[in-house]
Structure formats: C-alpha cells, structure tokens
C-alpha cells in the first residue's frame, strides 16, 4: 500500500515535508511551517523554484535578494480571501519572519531559472465559482497555466461547501501525452472547518491495481501519484486545500474516469 494520506509530524514548526524522494516521485515538493509571533525560517531553494504561500497569518518576507515586506492578512483560511505569496527562482533564499502566528506552505518542483521573483496576490486572484449543483466549489488561482509566473509549479486553492464533491467529475493526469494528457504529481494540503471534523478523498486508477479512500482531518496532506482523486466534505464540515502540481511539462490536461464523464459532458 501507497503512504499516500500524510499526517502532520507535530503542530509548530515545521509540521510537513514532501520530497520527491519521500513520495516516491520526480518533481512536486511541499511543506508546511506553523510559526508563533516572533520566530523565524529560511531555508535555499537549490535547484527548486518555490511559491510561499501564506495560508493564515502574517510574516515579512525577505527573498532572492529583496525584502517583500509583511505579506499576508487572512487570518483564518476560510474568510476564503485572495492568499498572499512569493514566488522565488532556484538558486536564492528566503527567510519569513512572523508578526502573527501563522501558517506557511511552501510549495516546490524544479526550477529553470526562466522567472524572476514576484509577489503574487492578493490583487489579481478572484475567488471564481466552478460546477454545479452539489460539485460546486470555489477557486483561488494562484499560479496556475494561465499565470506564466513559474518554470514547473501549478499552484490554486479550492473551497468545497458542506456536503460538496470537488476534484469531481473524478479525473487523472498520469501520462505524458500533450495535447491528450499532462504528466502532474499533485499534493492536496487539506483543512476542515470545524477543525474536529473530516473530509473523504479517494485516489485510484480505472484498473483498481489503485484504490484508496482516505478520511482526511484538518492539516492532512494526500499525495496524489497517479489515478482519479475526488474529494467530499460531508454535511456540516466545509473543506479546504492547497493543490500543488509538477511535471515534465507546466500544462493541465486531463482525463475523466469514463463512468462519470458524462456529468462532465452533461454540465459543461
């Protein structure tokens, strides 16, 4: 079995760290700092280009040479608000000190030296409604095809309602067939709200050789290798995450698994 469904290793500090090797992939990084007023981290980005990515709180930033000043002003992730992030090349360094007690992913795949430092958001990302019915979920983009910010990382947020499907009509990108299909590893960094309930998400491929249903709590984190991934929040619990993706080639081109495509079909 797959160590596919992450648990956070303590509650401040550093709190996760996917590497490719941990993961048992090629390119997709991701870790999580919980930090308390007052403390500070910095770390070299080597041959990763990294987006930080403040979930809550607030830090001032220095990075790649410049000083960024105090970004972030959500304090709780789900007043659902443009998030603040720095987008850093390989080869340069980062340090986030924290005015606030605040929650810092930072988000890594190769870098190619082809972008140069920037802050992304608040300004420039909309919260945006996608699907219907109950697979209605909202969208913050924070670097995503669209945004030419990175060599390698896709990088959004998602807000599933209560009782809400997303990642859904259930889709894979596990092949390198551009146009067809992209080749992208992907990590689900998860919240729930109230933080003592749970979420369900289900990786698995059309053979079944994969097939694996997880409960995630609030702070899990689920690699996704390969296979469909869809997620639901059950009833009373709205859900968050943080997807990070990376591969060969910085484009999202997917497959739907052929038993829902036709929802696909029907709601498009």
Same mark, same amino acid.
């Given at each position: 079995?797959?160590?596919?469904?992450?648990?956070?290793?303590?509650?401040?500090?550093?709190?996760?760290?996917?590497?490719?090797?941990?993961?048992?992939?090629?390119?997709?990084?991701?870790?999580?700092?919980?930090?308390?007023?007052?403390?500070?981290?910095?770390?070299?980005?080597?041959?990763?280009?990294?987006?930080?990515?403040?979930?809550?709180?607030?830090?001032?930033?220095?990075?790649?040479?410049?000083?960024?000043?105090?970004?972030?002003?959500?304090?709780?992730?789900?007043?659902?608000?443009?998030?603040?992030?720095?987008?850093?090349?390989?080869?340069?360094?980062?340090?986030?000190?924290?005015?606030?007690?605040?929650?810092? =992913?930072?988000?890594? $795949?190769? *870098?190619?030296?082809?972008?140069?430092? +920037?802050?992304?958001? &608040?300004? @420039?990302?909309?919260?945006?409604?996608?699907?219907?019915?109950?697979?209605?979920?909202?969208?913050?983009?924070?670097?995503?095809?669209?945004?030419?910010?990175?060599?390698?990382?896709?990088?959004?947020?998602?807000?599933?309602?209560?009782?809400?499907?997303?990642?859904?009509?259930?889709?894979?990108?596990?092949?390198?067939?551009?146009?067809?299909?992209?080749?992208?590893?992907?990590?689900?960094?998860?919240?729930?709200?109230?933080?003592?309930?749970?979420?369900?998400?289900?990786?698995?491929?059309?053979?079944?050789?994969?097939?694996? =249903?997880?409960?995630? $709590?609030? *702070?899990?984190?689920?690699?996704?290798? +390969?296979?469909?991934? &869809?997620? @639901?929040?059950?009833?009373?619990?709205?859900?968050?995450?943080?997807?990070?993706?990376?591969?060969?080639?910085?484009?999202?081109?997917?497959?739907?698994?052929?038993?829902?495509?036709?929802?696909?079909?029907?709601?498009?």
């Amino acid at each position: 079995m797959l160590d596919l469904l992450r648990k956070p290793f303590g509650t401040h500090g550093k709190v996760h760290e996917i590497t490719p090797p941990s993961a048992g992939w090629r390119y997709v990084g991701f870790s999580l700092y919980r930090l308390r007023a007052g403390e500070s981290v910095s770390e070299v980005t080597g041959e990763n280009e990294v987006i930080l990515v403040m979930v809550e709180g607030k830090a001032a930033i220095d990075g790649a040479g410049q000083e960024w000043g105090v970004l972030g002003d959500r304090m709780n992730v789900f007043e659902k608000t443009p998030p603040h992030c720095l987008y850093l090349p390989n080869g340069t360094n980062w340090e986030v000190r924290a005015e606030t007690d605040c929650t810092v =992913a930072v988000c890594s $795949a190769p *870098g190619k030296g082809g972008h140069i430092a +920037r802050r992304i958001g &608040p300004d @420039g990302i909309t919260l945006t409604q996608r699907g219907k019915g109950t697979n209605t979920r909202y969208i913050n983009n924070i670097a995503m095809e669209n945004e030419d910010y990175c060599d390698s990382l896709l990088v959004t947020e998602v807000f599933t309602p209560a009782g809400h499907w997303s990642s859904y009509p259930s889709h894979r990108h596990d092949e390198d067939d551009y146009p067809r299909i992209t080749y992208l590893e992907e990590t689900y960094y998860h919240r729930i709200n109230p933080a003592d309930g749970f979420g369900i998400q289900r990786v698995y491929t059309d053979d079944r050789l994969l097939d694996e =249903a997880m409960a995630v $709590a609030d *702070g899990d984190v689920v690699c996704v290798p +390969r296979g469909h991934h &869809p997620c @639901g929040a059950p009833y009373g619990f709205e859900m968050y995450y943080l997807n990070v993706m990376a591969g060969p080639l910085r484009k999202w081109r997917f497959v739907p698994d052929p038993a829902v495509e036709w929802i696909m079909e029907r709601d498009g």
